[in-house]
């Protein structure tokens, strides 16, 4: 991990638990990641879930149809050029077209 994400993200070292993790538990709980790029180099993760479904105590009581989103931009020289929020708003729009439900959208940077 990078050393701008360590603080907020922890997540283990080892590769194996990584994809098991991203693989096959994240998706068996609903969530649903991603990679982005700019211009062919891939610079970031986000992934999305329906909130009141996630479990542990993250937003539980909130509506059907509120999602969650979860972002980082792992390449550091890329931060502070709006490209998070770029992301943000298209991510937005593609959670609105491939779910039915959305009233709400929760941004966790």
Not at 63 to 72: A, K, N, Q, R
Not at 92 to 109: A, G, L, M, R
Request: charged share 30%; with cysteine.
């Amino acid at each position: 991990q990078k050393n701008h994400i360590k603080p907020v993200w922890q997540e283990s070292e080892d590769v194996d638990e990584l994809k098991e993790k991203f693989l096959q538990k994240l998706p068996a709980r609903g969530v649903k990641a991603f990679i982005f790029s700019q211009n062919t180099k891939l610079i970031g993760y986000i992934q999305y879930y329906s909130a009141p479904s996630i479990g542990g105590g993250w937003w539980e009581k909130e509506l059907p149809g509120t999602y969650g989103i979860d972002l980082m931009i792992g390449d550091e020289k890329k931060m502070d050029m709006g490209i998070g929020h770029n992301v943000i708003k298209e991510f937005i729009s593609f959670i609105c077209k491939v779910e039915s439900d959305v009233k709400s959208v929760i941004v966790d940077p």
